[in-house]
């Protein structure tokens, strides 16, 4: 009797698409997103220049950055702005390379789709793709370098900014970023650990790109609290604090309770005494400089000053924890607990003009592993996209550093992995070949767009490419020369990148691509219920 009526599972009106609706839908919306960021692959790449609500701009090349900041609904699009994200935190570069390829194997996928391959075929001639290019790499394509080998590190720094807008001071900013990671990296055990987070950066606009600089030690974005402090203290024994060197208004309020006028008097006399004791804590210790998280009471900076000290208020956790790194001091909470072990030390502390402010330099620190690279730019707009481009070339030399394997960039890689991989698929059989082939194709995207972008004929310049890679004279080197559309052993050009972010953009691609093509049923979900008033957080749809 129930033949032939539908069993209603869910609620009538749920929206809903599946099947191959479902799975077109999504690809779409991915490519939409990879097209977006497709034109800012490589040196001649365009910039984007995005705006927010309000008014704001800001002006990049940065294929995570411009994914980060615009307004994506489609949830497999979201996808691929999540790929950026993780390709950024593992490798800080690659992160348009990532998408473009996402974007263009879910294209790729379409087509087979049409051809009635199933997804699942798909998925696993993928899967098989990138284990065969990931052992390729491995075994063919990457070289080994010496974590020593400075030229190297200043080849690939150049590589990783090779596409943002920092002009012609490419290889000053490479000198220092290779200089900045050789400094912090340490050996542990039998590896070499580079952690680009120690590297402390600082931003002011004014003056010009080149005057940025590499600081043997620590730049706070503070000046001292007080005119009569010293503007310079040699020998340095700095007091680390996260409290307040005040008096909680709470704690005045509660006491003036106050009857008579004499009582006035004998509460600010109490109130002088404590930050007279505050500053004898300090005094004691046999510091001269104090570093504060928190604020200052005016009346503790003019004792300060008085006694010679000087002190910066309001420093920011992480960079109190930084120079706590770097000086070997301790942080402290209870001023009362402060002791002369607790004390940090650098051969110098002083105060310098950059650009309008006045900031704090620790140098000579006692770990000398601590560094600061202090941007310079024209304009605000300028120093964003410097310190964007430091991010990913110091994580880019950190990862040769402590890998030691570097790759032919300007789309050589791809270019050598799509011939091998083309080869491969013979041997692969099976309906999984026409997904492998597809991936070999879709690495042809990356040459494809660089050229594209610098003004050149993708297609010649994909012939010229492929028959370099594959003919009785080949070379796996070869990529675009973006100066005059040729192909070019790109060792030659010095136009060199970290193993690690071709391996890394290889998987997150075909890993997102997958991700989207298994999906074959989209179902709204019930909403999440209001937020109760007042509570705030919830969902936002
Ligand atoms: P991603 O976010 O993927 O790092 P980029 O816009 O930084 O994207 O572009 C990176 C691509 O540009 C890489 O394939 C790299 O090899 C290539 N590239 C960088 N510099 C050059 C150059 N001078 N000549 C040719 N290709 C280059
Ligand atoms: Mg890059």
Redesign the pocket.
């Known amino acids: 009797m129930l033949q032939g009526t539908p069993i209603l599972v869910l609620k009538e009106g749920t929206e809903r698409e599946r099947g191959k609706g479902a799975t077109a839908n999504n690809i779409a919306a991915a490519r939409a997103v990879a097209d977006v960021v497709r034109t800012?692959?490589?040196?001649r790449?365009m910039d984007k220049m995005l705006v927010d609500g309000m008014g704001d701009i800001t002006i990049t090349?940065?294929?995570v950055t411009i994914l980060k900041d615009i307004d994506v609904e489609h949830p497999a699009a979201k996808m691929l702005v999540e790929v950026a994200k993780t390709q950024d935190q593992q490798c800080g570069?690659?992160?348009?390379?990532?998408v473009v390829l996402a974007g263009e194997l879910l294209k790729r996928s379409e087509t087979l789709i049409e051809q009635n391959v199933h997804p699942t075929v798909i998925t696993r001639g993928f899967q098989m793709a990138v284990q065969e290019a990931r052992r390729l790499l491995e075994s063919d394509i990457g070289t080994t370098v010496k974590a020593t080998d400075e030229s190297v590190l200043t080849d690939c720094a150049v590589?990783?900014m090779?596409?943002k807008g920092v002009g012609g001071s490419r290889e000053e900013l490479a000198k220092i970023v290779v200089k900045a990671v050789r400094k912090i990296a340490e050996v542990r055990g039998d590896k070499t650990v580079a952690d680009v987070d120690q590297i402390k950066i600082e931003k002011r606009h004014g003056g010009t790109i080149s005057d940025t600089e590499l600081i043997e030690g620590i730049v706070l974005d503070k000046e001292r609290g007080h005119p009569r402090m010293p503007s310079e203290v040699k020998d340095a024994k700095i007091a680390l604090l996260n409290s307040a060197l005040e008096i909680k208004k709470t704690e005045i309020e509660s006491k003036i309770n106050i009857k008579n006028p004499s009582q006035i008097q004998s509460f600010l006399d109490e109130e002088d005494k404590t930050f007279r004791r505050m500053v004898d804590a300090i005094k004691a210790s046999g510091a001269n400089v104090v570093v504060c998280q928190k604020g200052i009471d005016d009346v503790v900076l003019h004792y300060l000053a008085k006694e010679g000290i000087y002190a910066v208020k309001q420093v920011k956790e992480s960079d109190l924890q930084k120079l706590a790194r770097a000086t070997g001091g301790k942080i402290v909470t209870g001023i009362k607990e402060l002791s002369a072990s607790d004390l940090g030390k650098a051969a110098n502390v002083d105060e310098r003009k950059v650009g309008e402010d006045d900031m704090t330099f620790v140098t000579g620190c006692s770990n000398p592993r601590s560094v600061s690279i202090l941007i310079r730019g024209g304009t605000e707009h300028v120093t964003q996209e410097v310190e964007r481009s430091l991010q990913?070339a110091l994580k880019v030399v950190a990862s040769v550093i402590e890998d030691g394997v570097v790759c032919p960039?300007?789309?050589a890689t791809e270019m050598e992995l799509a011939v091998k991989l083309r080869r491969w698929a013979g041997t692969v059989g099976g309906r999984e070949q026409l997904a492998v082939e597809a991936y070999a194709q879709s690495l042809e995207a990356?040459p494809w767009a660089?050229a594209e972008n610098g003004g050149y004929d993708s297609i010649n310049v994909l012939i010229e490419l492929r028959s370099s890679h594959d003919g009785p004279h080949a070379n796996k080197n070869v990529?675009?020369?973006?100066v005059d559309g040729k192909a070019t052993d790109m060792w030659k050009?010095h136009?060199i990148?970290p193993l690690r972010v071709k391996r890394q953009?290889l998987n997150s691609a075909a890993e997102v691509a997958n991700m989207v093509l298994r999906i074959d049923d989209i179902i709204a979900s019930k909403k999440s219920a209001p937020a109760p008033p007042g509570g705030g957080g919830g969902h936002d749809h």
């Open positions: 800012t692959l490589g040196p790449g090349n940065d294929g570069d690659g992160t348009t390379t990532a590589t990783a090779g596409s990913d960039g300007g789309g990356i660089l990529g675009v020369n973006l050009l136009v990148e953009a």
